[in-house]
Structures are given as C-alpha cells and as structure tokens.
C-alpha cells in the first residue's frame, strides 16, 4: 500500500502541550504525500484510568469513553505514530498507559485486537535532551512490541531539545523529518 493510501494516527503523548516532541511530528507529517490521511489524538485529551491487569481473573470489558474513541481510532489506522518527549529513557505516562490498554484490547471477547493491529506500521517521534544513543532502549521496546503484534516497524525519529520550541534549533532532525515517512520504509515483523 503506497503512503498516499494509508491512515495515520498521530498520538503525542507528552505531559506538555505543543511541545518538542508534537512540533517535530507535525513538521514530518506536513512530508506525508497527498491523499494520505491523517488524525490526531493528543493523549492529554483523552485521559484513561489507571490499568488493571485482570488477565488471571477477571475478565475485561469492552472499552467505554476515552478508550473506546482510542481503540476505534487505533483500529481505523494503518499507521501509528507515537510524538513523545524522552522520560528516563522510556515514554512519559500517557503513552505508557495507551499501550498498556492494548494489553486489556487483547482480551476482550470478539474483538480480536491483535489480529486487526496485524499488518499496520508502528513509528515514533521522540525529543530528548540527551544522545540518539540514550532513546536505544525505547526504540527496542516499540519495535518489540511491533513485532509481538505482528505490526511492521517504520522506525525512530530523533530530535534534540529540552525547552519548548528548541527542537526548531536540530537542524539535522529536521531534515530527518522532511522525509522520515518516505525515507524508512516500514521493515516486517
């Protein structure tokens, strides 16, 4: 499927409006080829209680409120796109507890949410104060989680900034963004 066919879901997951993070997605999606969609879901705005693991007891419902318009935009997708700040060396809470609910999408009867994430393209955007190198371990735990879900892995963009707006500065990362979506084709599961 070209670029120009798919649906992306743009999920930023800071704790901070606007910030680093969110401006270098953007500054990647306005690369996206005409016609390829795009829907953007600011975790912020969509808060979810606390995760439960109920796997060895009870069972879980069907999702509701901020849940259920997480899990149908999820499922509408054929690319997700994670915007997130780095947070010792892993993603900040709102990305954590999204996909942690994958884990409870999983088991809910008849909805069969691993099936239907097979075949989609997994991508994350993410600004650190830091080295590329210290995003390593985030970008390993996506990409295994791509893989688990039989979901292709497009790949990592790295910014570097700390205060708002300084991603604007990381001429290299922004040069990435110009062609992150076209230049890392999606690798397999």
Do not use: C
């Not at 999920?11 to 953007?40: F, I, K, M, V, Y």
């Not at 790949?155 to 979506?181: W, Y």
């Amino acid at each position: 499927m070209s670029l120009s066919n798919r649906q992306f879901l743009f999920l930023p997951g800071s704790t901070r409006r606007q910030g680093n993070s969110e401006q270098l997605a953007r500054l990647a999606a306005d690369h996206l080829p005409t016609g390829a969609e795009q829907r953007w879901l600011n975790l912020l705005d969509y808060p979810l209680p606390d995760f439960v693991d109920r796997r060895h007891g009870d069972s879980y419902p069907p999702p509701e409120g901020n849940a259920q318009v997480l899990l149908e935009a999820t499922l509408q997708a054929t690319d997700l796109v994670l915007a997130m700040p780095l947070y010792w060396y892993t993603m900040p809470v709102p990305t954590k507890q999204y996909l942690d609910y994958w884990s409870a999408w999983m088991r809910v009867p008849d909805l069969d949410f691993r099936a239907r994430m097979a075949g989609k393209t997994f991508w994350a955007i993410v600004v650190s104060s830091g080295e590329r190198a210290e995003a390593q371990p985030l970008a390993d735990t996506l990409r295994l989680s791509a893989n688990y879900m039989h979901m292709s892995w497009g790949g990592l963009l790295f910014g570097n900034g700390s205060r708002p707006g300084d991603i604007l500065l990381d001429s290299k990362a922004l040069m990435e963004a110009q062609t992150f979506f076209t230049a890392n084709g999606p690798t397999a599961h």
